[in-house]
C-alpha cells in the first residue's frame, strides 16, 4: 500500500481545511455534509459520545456558535492508499489545549467522508 500519494493527500488537506472553516464559522450544513450519512458513525467529543450521523447532526444543530475559535498546531495528515486517510491535530482555545482526531474514508457517490472522530481537552 502506497501512503501519501501526493494529489490524495492534498485532497484529505483541502477536505481537512474545509472542515475546519465549517467548524469556525458554525457552518452547520457543510459540518454534517462532512460526516458520513451513516449510523456507524461516529464522534466521541469532549463532554459527549455521539453515535451515528443523526446524533451527530443534532448535536451540531444545538451547538453554541460562540466561543469556538482555534489555533491548530502540529497537524499531521496521512493516507493510506486511494481511500482511507486519518487527520491529528492539537488545538488551543480560551487558553485550552486539546486534541482532535479523525478518520477519513473516500465514498463512490459522496466523496471523501469522517466516519470516526475523537476530541479531547488537555487537563489544565
Not at 29 to 57: K, M, S
Not at 69 to 97: C, H, K, M, P, S
Request: net charge neutral; proline share 4%; glycine share 6%.
Amino acid at each position: 500500500m502506497q501512503m501519501d500519494i501526493p494529489e490524495v493527500l492534498a485532497e484529505v488537506k483541502a477536505c481537512f481545511a474545509d472542515y475546519e472553516r465549517a467548524l469556525l464559522t458554525n457552518d452547520v450544513d457543510r459540518l454534517q455534509e462532512l460526516f458520513h450519512r451513516d449510523p456507524r458513525t461516529l464522534r466521541y467529543g469532549p463532554a459527549e459520545n455521539l453515535y451515528g450521523w443523526d446524533q451527530i447532526a443534532a448535536f451540531r444543530a444545538g451547538r453554541s456558535p460562540v466561543g469556538l475559535q482555534r489555533t491548530l498546531e502540529n497537524t499531521i495528515i496521512t493516507t493510506y492508499g486511494q481511500d482511507f486517510a486519518v487527520a491529528n491535530t492539537e488545538f488551543l482555545r480560551n487558553g485550552r489545549r486539546g486534541r482532535q482526531s479523525q478518520s477519513w474514508v473516500r465514498l463512490p457517490a459522496e466523496g471523501w467522508r469522517i466516519v470516526a472522530a475523537h476530541v479531547s481537552l488537555m487537563a489544565e
